[in-house]
């Protein structure tokens, strides 16, 4: 078996996954900042909610069909230095972003910072499994808190910066866009090192005893989960602000600190669900996370303002917990395919985001921005599909 491609280093090596973190955070700063500006954007270009979901859309869906073909080739022809130039094309979209002169340049900007992240995350999810030393669930929640950490600040750098100095301060933050790349140029070092190392080794992956109609089921139900919480945290991170401007009428500033707290709670909710999957199994995060949510949702439309940020960082806090443990359940679904895996999950996860932005945006213009909360709140019933899943014995044996 390929080192590079699927078994971890003996000892959990914790100065590559925080640094491999870190560098997640970079990176969905620059993409949290494209769905932080939008309210800016909408009044400088005057922009509707079809034509804002469909700048998530471009940027989503652009990393949504990259990342499983980046994941399938990597898996096969590891490319330690693919993960500095990825970095390289999110820096690119920004300074578009931030210059852009019509709707066409942001559209344009959106989807390069979605082939960064495409080239992005199956590699980085990859150095993160060998940096594990066996703690697949801690390593693959310490990598993508750094992600959600960094999709929490976008919102509050552009409350506090982006909005009172206007759209081309955006441009300042490729600054650390470099940062991540000189860091990444460093861990494709120690990654083409390992791979290098284990090169004399024979080829051994793991296996279990599931048919492959069973795993074809439990991926589809994994699939399933994906768009359920992908679907419903679209409503939140491209309309929510929106939502908070209409219904209590508080300022973009306001809007955006309340994001915040949501994205803030995610963090915590990733690094929690890969604590709690290590100990007790990917399986009971599952289930906690997708439905556990359902009775919090359907609250969040009828409330007021101080009990909806409230329900939102409960929200965030549990559904968030999910990602990471569907990452590994799959990894363990799939031994040997860790970049495909990466490039599908985090693909769907983008693709399908960007769609339900899309169809969002619309159905908020046409029905209004309420009742699309009102309508996305049963989305995590679809958690009842985790009943098809294999338990962990199955999985193991």
Not at 250 to 269: E, R
Not at 282 to 292: H, N, T
Not at 338 to 346: N, P, Q, R, S, Y
Not at 354 to 360: D, E, Q
Request: some cysteine.
């Amino acid at each position: 078996m390929s080192l590079s491609a699927t078994t971890p280093a003996a000892k959990t090596t914790w100065l590559v996954l925080v640094a491999i973190s870190l560098c997640h955070m970079i990176n969905d700063i620059m993409q949290s900042l494209l769905a932080a500006i939008y309210p800016l954007l909408a009044l400088e270009f005057d922009l509707s909610f079809w034509q804002i979901g469909l700048m998530t859309f471009a940027f989503q869906v652009t990393a949504s069909l990259f990342q499983p073909v980046v994941g399938l080739v990597t898996d096969r022809h590891p490319m330690p230095q693919s993960l500095p130039v990825g970095m390289g094309s999110t820096l690119a979209g920004l300074l578009l972003l931030a210059m852009a002169p019509n709707y066409p340049g942001l559209l344009a900007g959106a989807m390069l910072i979605g082939v960064g992240s495409a080239v992005f995350h199956p590699e980085a999810s990859r150095v993160a499994r060998l940096a594990s030393g066996g703690k697949f669930g801690t390593a693959q929640s310490l990598f993508q808190v750094g992600g959600n950490f960094g999709s929490a600040l976008g919102p509050l750098l552009a409350a506090f910066i982006v909005v009172p100095l206007g759209r081309s301060s955006v441009a300042a933050f490729a600054l650390l866009a470099l940062v991540g790349m000189v860091i990444l140029n460093r861990i494709g070092l120690w990654y083409g090192a390992l791979a290098r190392a284990s090169a004399a080794k024979g080829r051994v992956t793991a296996t279990h005893g599931l048919s492959r109609n069973r795993v074809i089921l439990a991926i589809i139900v994994l699939v399933i989960l994906t768009f359920s919480k992908n679907a419903y945290t679209a409503s939140l991170t491209s309309y929510y602000t929106f939502f908070l401007i209409e219904r209590f009428e508080v300022s973009i500033v306001s809007a955006q600190q309340m994001l915040f707290l949501f994205l803030a709670s995610t963090a915590a909710g990733v690094m929690l669900g890969g604590l709690i999957g290590d100990r007790f199994g990917p399986i009971v995060v599952i289930w906690g996370s997708i439905l556990g949510v359902l009775p919090f949702t359907l609250l969040l439309p009828h409330v007021g303002l101080a009990m909806t940020g409230v329900l939102s960082v409960i929200i965030g806090l549990i559904i968030a917990s999910a990602f990471p443990a569907i990452v590994v359940y799959a990894q363990a679904l799939l031994p040997g395919r860790v970049g495909l895996v990466a490039g599908i999950f985090f693909g769907f996860a983008f693709g399908m985001g960007g769609i339900a932005a899309a169809v969002l945006g619309v159905l908020a213009d046409a029905r209004g921005i309420l009742w699309v909360y009102q309508a996305c709140a049963f989305l995590p019933a679809l958690g009842l599909v985790t009943v098809f899943l294999p338990s962990r014995q199955q999985l193991a044996s």
